[in-house]
């Protein structure tokens, strides 16, 4: 199994930038899918971006040309890099690992607000 935790919400202006960092343990990265989910107030949780233990990666049109996500197996470490922020990207974000099932970190606060 593997433990995620994330960081790097906050507070950004229209058109900013925020970097999420997901870091796991327990398990190498190599073997596990991950992901960016992002859930607002009312609304359904969305998937925004992911990548296979190959290393392709996939986005939501929403967030697709602004958002990258990468990986660094040295620190075991998942980032969601976010440019042009916003205000519809204002959200949770969580990072999510799967093989067999899909383990949940407790998510980031991230707010667009001029």
């Known amino acids: 199994q593997v433990q995620l935790v994330e960081s790097g919400g906050g507070l950004v202006q229209p058109g900013g930038s925020l970097r999420l960092s997901c870091a796991a343990s327990?398990?190498?990265?190599?073997?596990?899918?991950m992901g960016w989910y992002r859930q607002a107030p009312g609304k359904q949780r969305e998937w925004v971006a992911g990548?296979?233990?190959?290393?392709?990666?996939t986005y939501a049109g929403s967030v697709k040309g602004r958002f990258t996500i990468s990986r660094e197996f040295a620190n075991s470490t998942l980032y969601l890099q976010m440019n042009s922020l916003k205000p519809e990207d204002t959200a949770i974000y969580y990072c999510?690992?799967?093989?067999?099932?899909?383990?949940w970190g407790q998510g980031t606060q991230v707010t667009v607000s001029s």
């Open positions: 327990g398990s190498s990265l190599r073997l596990y899918a």
């Open positions: 990548i296979t233990g190959g290393g392709t990666t």
């Open positions: 999510s690992a799967q093989r067999m099932v899909v383990y």
